[in-house]
């Protein structure tokens, strides 16, 4: 079946600017989560949403960061007046319905902030 | 804080060898561990996972070994392949948490 799908694939913007970031996570798949990669390191947690609970938000760096997640469904990661250290690649994962099963990734954002 | 860390950043081997990434981590709440394998412009993918209940998993040419006494995961790949060539990430779930703790990544290069 189809995988996690992630748009757009690369994302280049002017510093200050806002974006959205999407996530499809595979269908029937309660848990969805989103990582920042930087160049050459290893993944970052961001935020973690499970069916219909308060999601997880303590790997969100700033307070322009935020992510919703409609319909227990598709998610929007949100960067508001990005910066260059925003640079990265943005993955999003998903996982069957809860937090201790494997995560599938998606191929991720590359955002990258002139 | 949480870590997860790899021994070494770069491992070279010959086709056909087999090949062990090493990997650390630091806290002893961690109950669930996956190796994940990115390939260049990849999200990463899904190896073999082991729960601390166990200390060692196989599957299709991989291992994983994890000793909690020590607090060491290992990944060993039977006879490598040129295919096999990707960055190697070791990560931890802490007890129900949801998320995951990545380690930095070890470049696996397969030379012919």
């Known amino acids: 079946g189809a995988g996690v799908s992630q748009s757009p694939s690369n994302k280049v913007t002017e510093k200050g600017k806002d974006v959205e970031l999407r996530c499809d996570p595979i269908?029937?798949?309660?848990?969805l989560y989103w990582y920042r990669q930087s160049l050459g390191q290893g993944l970052e947690f961001l935020i973690y949403?499970?069916?219909?609970?308060?999601?997880?938000k303590s790997g969100l760096p700033s307070d322009r960061f935020s992510a919703e997640r409609t319909g227990g469904s598709v998610s929007t990661l949100t960067i508001q007046r990005t910066q260059q250290e925003d640079s990265a690649v943005y993955l999003c994962?998903?996982?069957?319905?809860?937090?201790?099963?494997?995560?599938?990734f998606g191929p991720g954002t590359r955002l990258t902030v002139l | 804080g949480e870590s997860v860390g790899l021994h070494l950043p770069t491992l070279s081997v010959q086709e056909g060898d087999n090949s062990i990434i090493n990997c650390a981590y630091s806290?002893?709440?961690?109950?669930?561990f996956i190796w994940y394998k990115q390939e260049s412009g990849k999200g990463p993918q899904f190896i073999i996972d082991?729960?601390?209940?166990?200390d060692k998993r196989q599957g299709q040419r991989v291992t994983v070994l994890l000793n909690k006494t020590v607090k060491h995961l290992s990944l060993q790949i039977a006879a490598t392949q040129p295919g096999d060539s990707a960055v190697y990430f070791c990560?931890?779930?802490?007890?129900?948490?949801?998320?995951?703790?990545f380690g930095q990544g070890t470049t696996l290069q397969v030379k012919p």
């Open positions: 994962a998903s996982s069957p319905w809860r937090g201790t099963d494997t995560q599938y």
């Open positions: 269908s029937g798949h309660t848990a």
């Open positions: 949403f499970q069916g219909n609970s308060a999601p997880d």
């Open positions: 806290n002893s709440a961690s109950d669930y």
């Open positions: 082991i729960r601390s209940n166990m």
């Open positions: 990560a931890e779930n802490i007890s129900n948490t949801g998320k995951l703790i």
